[in-house]
């Protein structure tokens, strides 16, 4: 039996779209067991107990590749990154059964092959790059082929997630944005990137709060965001340093300087239409984790 540990992601983080991701402290943990004959999935809801399972279909892409057919599997999770929230489940599960099936079948492909295969089944590296390699990440597909980068984060940096009751797919949040972006909004973005990774590096919150902005993705997609404006008021008036769309939403993300932020906007936050888990999140700073 093999279980692989993975965990949550958000990427994009402001200017960085398609490009940063960082790796956090919410798990999901898949256990891979070859048996006599057809599929179990255990541990998630009925409709992805099937053959088009994400995990089990990631795991299968990397049987093919290194010749190894099976008659039955058992795959059992525990989840705690929440489906459709901008928090990278879908990577976790693409990097959960990548990994699985290598270790299972006891394939040679490295780290950075299985990154790859993960890369192309997901379609962007920004929550894979994480998801594999853990910590501050800035990934890139060059000729076909993903590369990544680390970048250290300070411990002065605390995260606070806001995590809505209703969900957003990626696909359909893609679908929102331009295909054409203006000369003025490239700079916007491009000229932040660099001074973000330094901020984040430093633990500068005066440069994160300029730095950490963008015209690429969020003004687009903000409306499929209920209440987005009320949890901004909320935040900002408890002293966020910033706020920002967690991946493709609805998780709205806060860089803030002191834990007690949490309970600070608690009163109001159950207020609001929707129900918003307040969540205190790390950084993880170790990635994918495989057990025999
Ligand atoms: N436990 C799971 N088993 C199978 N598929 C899952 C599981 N969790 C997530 N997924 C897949 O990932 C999709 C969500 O991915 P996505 O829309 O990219 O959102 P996010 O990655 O932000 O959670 C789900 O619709 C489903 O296809
Ligand atoms: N760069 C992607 C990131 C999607 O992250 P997810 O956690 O929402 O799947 C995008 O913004 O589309």
Known sequence: MIKVTVPASTANIGPGFDSLGLALNLYNTYE??????GIIIEGCIEEYCNENNLVYKSFKTVADKIGRSFNGLKINMETQIPVSRGLGSSSACIVGGVFGANALFNGNL???ELFKIAVEIEGHPDNIAPAVYGGLTASLVDDD???YVHYE?????LFCALIPDFETSTSEARKLLPQMVSLDDA??????????????EAGDFNMIKMSLKDKLHQAYRRN??????EVEKICMENNSVVMFISGSGPTLMNI?????FTKAINNSIIELKHKWEIKFLNVDKNGVLVEK
């Open 224 to 229: 499929l965001i209920h209440e987005y404006d």
């Open 110 to 112: 490295s780290k950075d």
């Open 187 to 200: 700079i916007y973005n491009v000229s932040r990137i660099a001074a973000l990774l330094k901020s984040l």
């Open 153 to 157: 984060i300070s411990e002065k940096i």
């Open 32 to 37: 891979f067991e070859e048996i006599e004959n």
């Open 256 to 260: 803030i300087e002191n834990s007690d």
């Open 145 to 147: 082929v993903p590369y």
